[in-house]
Structures are given as structure tokens and as C-alpha cells.
């Protein structure tokens, strides 16, 4: 762990120094917490944020401690709500908004994206400030440019998912931005398995308790492609992103219910059940299915035909996860207790 006085020093030179000592005390506080709670910490209680904050809200500064500055903002919020709540608190957040939509360098807008992205995920008061500041507009263009990279659209996708978590008004203003297709056009292009796990954990976060955005998604065409994916990843992080964003776009959704056993996601689902030793795996596929057969007489006969009993009564009688046990027990009760089965 570095010493407090070390990095005292190396916040007097971000604070006072020229520009090439500023730049470099950036850096080195970079360097340090990587891999380091102890030295994160010490950064913070050595009063970093309000000069970091001070650094990224300044006109004059160069794009090279700009960049340092919003990574170092960045990575001291990690896994640590707390900072994240500092940060909000010192002013950061309408600053690197700015910072992302009018930088004139790509490495600021991106760094100053990808704060605002980690802020958002264990915070609800950062993301109620990030939408509120203009964060919403700044992550669809993102999406929306030609010459953004995939790490770039990825950071995008991240943050508008994030920003959606338990917030009914963000959830219809991602909508409304024009989000939604452009998230389904990452699942139709031919993007990295990274990208697609991102846009569809997105997707599925803008689903939960929105009909709005449950219909735009359907009507986006991103049930066929879910169902695809299912059939051709062999990933397990985008075969578990999938079946749990078809499970949670057929909640109280007729129409989506319709839509995904007209794609063939119920044999896709089973086979993915019957094809899988992962707990996971095994446990979205299950979500789904119980989420399918569920007052869909039709949806619960495309099950058995498929085969889909059989491949929930492997898992309940012999998984070693209790939780698999209970929930294909739930679904094959579900679909008991629907006619024609």
C-alpha cells in the first residue's frame, strides 16, 4: 500500500503542478489503484475528489488530465457506492456529462462515458443525477455513431440498462430517446459476444414493468433474434442474458408471449435445459419456460410437444442446486395446471 504521505504529494502536483506534473500525479494515482482497495481508499480520504472534480469541471485543461482525471474518478467508484455518493455529491456528474457530449477528444468523451457508466451501477442517486443532467441523450448517441467503437457501445448500453433500474420515468425516457432499436440493432449486427450479453441485459432492464418499452421491443424485431442467439451461442453469459430477457419480455405481455412461440424460443429453451449442466442456465431456462406456460394453454402444449416436461423433470429430480429443484418444480406445476396438458 502507498504511504499517505505519497500521496499527499502526488494530489499537491495534480492540485499546483504544471501541466506535465499534473499529468503525470494523474497518472500515477491511476497506477496505484489498480488492484487496490487499501490504496483506493487512501486516495479518497486524501481528499482526491473534489480535486479531481475540480480538474474535469475546469475550462483550460488538456485533454491528456482530462482523460487521467475522469479514469481516475472512474476507478476509485468501483465497487465502492459510497465513493460513487462522494462523487455525485463534489459536483462531478453534470461535468462529465459535458465532458462526454462536447470534448473535442474521443479519449475524454469515452472516459468521461465510462465514469459516468460505473457511477450508475450500485447508485440510485447517481443515476437519478446522471438522467437528470442529460445523461440519457449522451449514451444513445453513443449508440447511435457510426464510428463509435465497440468498447464504446458497450459502456452505452451498460449505463442506459443501469440507468433503468427500479426508475419507471428513466426507463420511458430511454425509450423515448430512441434507445430501443439501436440496442436491437447491436443484437442484429455482427458484433462481439461482449456487445450482444450488454445489449440484452439492457434490453431486459428497460422491459421489467414498462409495457411501453415491452411493446417497442417486440416491435424492434428483438424476439427472433434472442431466439437465435439461443440456438447458436454456446456462450453461457449470453445464453443466460437471453432466456431471462424472453422471460421477463413475456411478463404480462399477450402479444410478446405470442411473438417468442412463433420464433420457436420454447424448443430453443428446452434444448438449451436438456443441453446444459450449469445452475445458471438451467435456472433462466426454467424462469422462462414457467414465464411462457403461464395462462397460455398454447404455449404450455408447444412445451410438452417439445418435450419440455421430460426436460424439466431431469433437473427437479437429480440438480444438486436446491434453487434449480424449486423452480422447475414451480414450472412443471404451472404447467399442470394449464389446460391440454
Not at 482530462?66 to 476509485?76: D, G, I, K, S, Y
Not at 462526454?100 to 479519449?107: D, G, K, L, M, T
Amino acid at each position: 500500500m502507498a504511504s499517505s504521505t505519497y500521496i499527499s504529494a502526488l494530489l499537491r502536483r495534480l492540485r499546483s503542478g504544471g501541466e506535465h506534473q499534473s499529468v503525470q500525479a494523474a497518472g500515477t494515482l491511476v497506477d496505484l489503484c489498480a488492484g487496490s482497495d487499501d490504496n483506493r481508499a487512501a486516495i479518497v480520504a486524501a481528499d482526491a475528489i473534489p480535486a479531481l472534480v475540480q480538474c474535469i469541471s475546469s475550462s483550460g485543461v488538456s485533454d491528456d488530465l482530462l482523460e487521467a482525471a475522469a479514469t481516475l474518478l472512474r476507478n476509485l467508484s468501483v465497487d465502492s457506492p459510497g465513493t460513487a455518493a462522494s462523487i455525485a455529491a463534489a459536483g462531478a456528474i453534470s461535468a462529465l456529462v459535458q465532458r462526454a457530449c462536447s470534448s473535442c477528444s474521443e479519449a475524454v468523451q469515452f472516459q468521461a462515458a465510462a465514469t459516468l457508466s460505473c457511477l450508475s451501477v450500485d447508485s440510485p442517486d447517481c443515476r437519478v443525477a446522471i438522467a437528470a443532467a442529460g445523461g440519457i441523450p449522451v449514451m444513445v448517441q453513443l449508440l447511435r455513431s457510426s464510428t463509435a467503437s465497440e468498447e464504446e457501445k458497450v459502456v452505452a448500453a451498460g449505463a442506459l440498462g443501469c440507468l433503468s433500474v427500479d426508475s419507471p420515468g428513466t426507463k420511458a425516457a430511454i425509450g423515448a430517446a430512441g434507445a430501443i432499436p439501436l440496442l436491437v440493432q447491436l443484437l442484429r449486427s455482427t458484433a462481439s459476444e461482449e456487445v450482444q450479453v450488454v445489449a440484452t441485459q439492457a434490453l431486459c432492464f428497460l422491459s421489467v414493468d414498462s409495457p411501453g418499452n415491452k411493446a417497442a421491443i417486440g416491435a424492434a424485431g428483438a424476439i427472433p433474434l434472442l431466439v437465435q442467439l439461443l440456438r447458436s451461442t454456446a456462450s453461457e453469459e449470453l445464453q443466460i442474458a437471453a432466456a431471462n430477457a424472453l422471460r421477463f419480455f413475456s411478463e404480462d405481455s399477450p402479444g410478446n408471449k405470442a411473438a417468442i412461440g412463433a420464433a420457436g424460443a420454447i424448443p430453443a429453451l428446452v434444448q438449451l435445459l436438456r443441453s446444459t449442466t450449469s445452475e445458471k442456465v438451467q435456472l433462466r431456462a426454467t424462469f422462462a419456460l414457467g414465464c411462457l406456460s403461464r395462462d397460455i394453454p398454447d404455449s404450455s402444449a408447444a412445451i410438452a410437444a417439445a418435450n419440455g416436461i421430460a426436460a424439466l423433470q431431469q433437473p427437479h429430480s437429480s440438480s444438486p442446486s436446491e434453487a434449480v429443484r424449486e423452480e422447475t418444480a414451480a414450472a412443471l406445476r404451472s404447467l399442470s395446471h394449464s389446460a391440454g396438458v
